[in-house]
C-alpha cells in the first residue's frame, strides 16, 4: 500500500481550516484490515497540533480517497508547516507522509490601524518627521558652507 496527502492550498492564515486529501493507495489482493489512520499539523519547531486517530476495520482493494480538516489555532507561529499523516496495519509497517504550506502574516492587524489613529502617536510621527527634515536640511546648508570655502580657497 502507499499513502499521499495533499493540502488544498499553499498559503493560509491564522484560525484557517487547513484542508487535506489523503489518498490510501492499496495495492494488495485483499483489503487492508484493522488500519490505523493517524493525521495532525506540525509548525517549524515541532509541535503538534489536532492529532486525530481513526481506526478502520477494512480499507478496500485500489484508491481511496479521505478528506480531512485541521483549524489552525489563534497562535500559531508564522512559516513553514506541515500537515502530517500515519497510516499502517497489524501487518504492514507504519508510513508517514506530509505536505507543507505557510502561515503567513498578515501585513495590516486591527492593534495597527487603531494605533495609527491616536492623535498622541499622529502628532509623534509629525514630529519626528519635522525634525528629521530640519536636521538633514541643516546638513545641506552646512555643506554648502564648506563647498564655498574650498571655492574661495582655490581661487
Known sequence: YDVIV????????KEDIVEAEIIILNKGDIPDIDTVLIYYLTDLLGNKFGVSREQFQEVPI???ILNRNIKLPT???YGEWRFNVEYYTLTQPTIFVYDTFSLKESLISIKT???ARNPLVIIFII???AITYLLSLRRRINLSLYIKKLIKIKK
Open 6 to 13: 495533499n493540502v488544498q492550498k499553499d498559503v493560509y492564515n
Open 62 to 64: 485500489g484508491k481511496n
Open 75 to 77: 497562535n500559531a507561529l
Open 113 to 115: 490601524i487603531k494605533t
Open 127 to 129: 514630529l519626528f518627521l
